[in-house]
């Protein structure tokens, strides 16, 4: 079977890299960028993309250039803790969460595409024009060409823009020292001013690459600001819209006005698809279900959506036509995606930030006068089963990998 995939990101990486595990052989990646550069920020890669990215033997190499994430709290804007729970391993998953500088992911990822795949498949600076596909010379085409997909295009045509939920980002990474152990994510504030911050990288002598994000609301008649990983900004512009928040653990002033490069990007998605498919033609992550960043997700689905993929193709690789295996793919992963898709726009498990900041929008004494440990438990877990990280669930699913026999 030929299998054309359209988009190097981590969805594609993933998808080429399933597909060869499988036992495909004919895989063809084609990529709009002439070269593939280290452009974007920090990324959290949960424990369910975490167990495929190790069943796809990434493991060892993702961990020297991530951070095992172990812990995250939230907190309000006078940096008072809210909740504080285990992430990972120390969450009793067996597989863990790392915090990784997105273009590290994307060149791990690629790397191996390049070693178990060659060279010669990987097509840079070819842009796939969805009205011309007669040139490519495939069984299936799967569209992972990002938020902007052209392929989409195709199963929906006249679909427009993203929709902007008026949240703005400023987003960078700053080298510095770390702080509360250097396994914490912290994400401090409400929902319409907040700030995420967590550790991407040990540089072994005490300090670390650390993301962070500051998150306003801002669609007061500004207008959305550009959607892409290069709109870039000034550190100050970015620190004057963390006004209001002081945390006595971690200096804003020092880690936003310490970044070289700021990039600025809308919280955006799409309207969930009731199909992916035309014809030979599916789509498979931010071009099938691009989602706010809520909950930290999109990459883990992109690559959910991989195995899955890759696992269809597989059980329908003796029949007549293989597109019943786009049809089975979709039929899994529409529902499972378009779930978090409508979570995450209520703000996924961030939504704990306004439940405390609405009751008690000054400094507060006991919290427990604020939010008890069980109602905040039960938005956390929630989450977790609506994207697929039970901790119960994940550990003891049967696994997603699948191979052509002979
Ligand atoms: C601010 C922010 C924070 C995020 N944080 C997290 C997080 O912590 N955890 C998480 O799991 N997810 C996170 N995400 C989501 C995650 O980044 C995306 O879901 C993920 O990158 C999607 O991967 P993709 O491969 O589908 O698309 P992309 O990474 O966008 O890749 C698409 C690729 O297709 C190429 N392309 C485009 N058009 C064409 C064409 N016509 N022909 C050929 N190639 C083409 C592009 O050049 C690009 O390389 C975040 C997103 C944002 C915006």
């Not at 595409?113 to 024009?129: A, E, F, S, W």
């Not at 409400?190 to 962070?212: A, C, E, K, M, T």
């Not at 498979?284 to 193709?313: C, F, K, T, Y």
Request: glycine letters at 10%; charged letters at 25%.
């Amino acid at each position: 079977m030929r299998i054309a995939v359209v988009g190097a990101g981590i969805g594609g990486s993933a998808l080429a890299l399933s597909l060869r595990a499988a036992g495909f052989r004919d895989i063809d990646l084609y990529e709009a960028a002439s070269e593939v550069r280290e452009l974007g920020v920090g990324i959290n890669v949960l424990p369910h993309a975490a167990r495929e990215l190790t069943e796809l033997g990434l493991a060892r190499e993702l961990d020297s250039v991530a951070v095992r994430t172990a812990e995250l709290s939230y907190h309000n804007r006078f940096g008072q803790q809210l909740w504080i729970e285990p992430r990972g391993i120390e969450a009793g998953y067996r597989w863990p969460q790392w915090s990784i500088h997105r273009g590290h992911l994307l060149g791990v990822l690629l790397g191996t595409v390049r070693q178990r795949i060659g060279d010669h498949r990987i097509h840079l600076g070819h842009r796939v024009d969805p009205h011309d596909l007669t040139m490519i010379d495939a069984d299936v085409i799967v569209g992972c060409d990002g938020v902007h997909s052209a392929l989409r295009q195709l199963v929906v045509p006249g679909e427009g823009a993203p929709l902007w939920n008026g949240v703005t980002m400023w987003r960078g990474v700053t080298v510095t020292d770390s702080f509360l152990g250097g396994r914490r994510m912290v994400m401090a504030g409400r929902l319409s001013r907040r700030v995420i911050v967590y550790p991407l990288r040990d540089l072994g002598d005490g300090r670390q690459l650390v993301n962070w994000v500051v998150a306003v609301r801002t669609g007061d008649g500004r207008p959305m600001p550009k959607q892409d990983w290069t709109a870039e900004t000034d550190p100050a512009e970015a620190l004057a819209e963390t006004e209001g928040i002081e945390l006595d653990f971690l200096d804003l002033r020092h880690l936003i006005g310490g970044c070289e490069s700021v990039l600025k990007y809308p919280m955006a998605d799409r309207e969930p698809i009731p199909s992916w498919r035309t014809g030979r033609v599916t789509l498979l992550g931010d071009a099938a279900h691009p989602m706010q960043p809520n909950g930290s997700n999109g990459a883990a689905q992109a690559i959910l959506d991989a195995r899955v993929l890759a696992r269809e193709l597989v059980r329908h690789a003796g029949s007549a036509t293989p597109l019943a295996a786009l049809d089975t793919y979709e039929a899994e992963r529409i529902p499972a995606t378009t779930a978090v898709v409508l979570s995450n726009r209520r703000a996924g498990p961030e939504r704990i930030l306004d439940l405390a900041a609405d009751r008690s929008p000054n400094r507060f004494e006991r919290l427990e006068d604020v939010v008890s440990a069980a109602e905040v438990g039960a938005i956390v877990e929630e989450y977790q089963r609506t994207a697929g990280f039970d901790p119960d669930v994940l550990n003891n699913r049967a696994s997603l990998h699948a191979r052509l026999e002979g």
